[in-house]
């Protein structure tokens, strides 16, 4: 170490950004709206684009992308109103289609002709929705733990704890609420909260997308039923048109996609296969990343 190095005072430095492991952060413009995205890999090699569930960001990708930046060009935005990108304009109708819409520019943006897509719940719907407009340009696409038909129950569930607290005094606090939420996760780290809560002025953390908010917050109607047809309608006629490869992910102990609603919608795409990842729910993703990024990265390595 240089002399110059060990004068340097921590305190000159510029405030550390949320680097993920082995890759890279960084911002871009779209269509006029800010979009953060996480990357690994490079341009040249076959391109992943991630596309992570509602309330998440694209950080619950960073297992996936550490494993496979080696010999894949992984892009994980975050999706509008999500993490730190920009929300849709507010005369947007709500749905899947405006997703899959806002995701077409990022892609094209990044340059990818082709690539395959990982989507986690609201990601996994938005991949199936962008793949029926765009065939051409996606190779396959793996879907954890979603399908045209999920359990009420369980979405609800999901809804009542982005939607029970405002915002919480610490980061700790949260903690405490999220561990409440997924008691199968052995520890939750109230630093690592950054990534999915930012602090208003007044030092209390709020979630960092627009979920689980009253309806009139997000111009969406009170009724549990037509947000859920606005989502999934039409899914099933998508899902049953796509001509790539898909394999579903369904975590065994999974709320949200029943075991027959993963049976079914493989049934439903034409050339679709199903895996079980067990010791997980429906964030199979962070519940058991080891299983999950075995069974995304053997799927891809086979395209």
Not at 241 to 264: F, I, K, W, Y
């Amino acid at each position: 170490m240089s002399h110059a190095e060990a004068d340097l005072d921590p305190d000159d430095h510029a405030p550390r950004h949320d680097i993920p492991i082995g890759g890279r952060s960084g911002f871009t413009l779209v269509d006029g709206r800010q979009v953060h995205y996480l990357e690994w890999g490079h341009r040249g090699l076959p391109a992943v684009v991630a596309l992570h569930g509602g309330g998440q960001t694209a950080y619950m990708y960073e297992d996936l992308g550490a494993a496979l930046g080696d010999r894949y060009h992984v892009l994980a935005p975050d999706l509008p109103g999500h993490g730190d990108s920009d929300p849709l304009p507010p005369d947007t109708p709500f749905g899947r289609e405006a997703f899959a819409a806002a995701v077409a520019p990022i892609v094209d943006s990044f340059g990818f002709d082709r690539c395959a897509l990982v989507g986690a719940s609201l990601g996994g719907i938005t991949s199936i929705t962008y793949t029926a407009r765009r065939p051409e340009r996606v190779r396959g696409i793996v879907l954890i733990d979603v399908g045209h038909r999920l359990e009420a129950q369980g979405v609800q569930r999901i809804m009542e704890f982005l939607s029970a607290h405002d915002s919480f005094g610490s980061l700790e606090e949260a903690a405490t609420h999220i561990a409440s939420y997924l008691p199968q996760r052995k520890n939750v780290r109230p630093e690592s909260l950054t990534r999915n809560l930012r602090q208003r002025a007044d030092g209390r953390w709020v979630w960092k997308h627009r979920l689980g908010r009253p309806p009139e917050a997000v111009d969406l109607p009170e009724d549990f039923d037509t947000r859920m047809d606005m989502v999934l309608g039409g899914l099933d006629e998508d899902a049953a048109a796509l001509t790539c490869p898909v394999l579903v992910l369904r975590g065994a102990a999974s709320d949200v996609l029943s075991a027959q609603g993963a049976q079914e919608i493989v049934d439903l795409i034409p050339d679709a296969r199903l895996e079980v990842v067990e010791r997980a729910g429906h964030l199979a993703a962070g519940d058991n990343p080891h299983t999950t990024v075995v069974a995304i990265s053997r799927f891809l390595d086979g395209l």
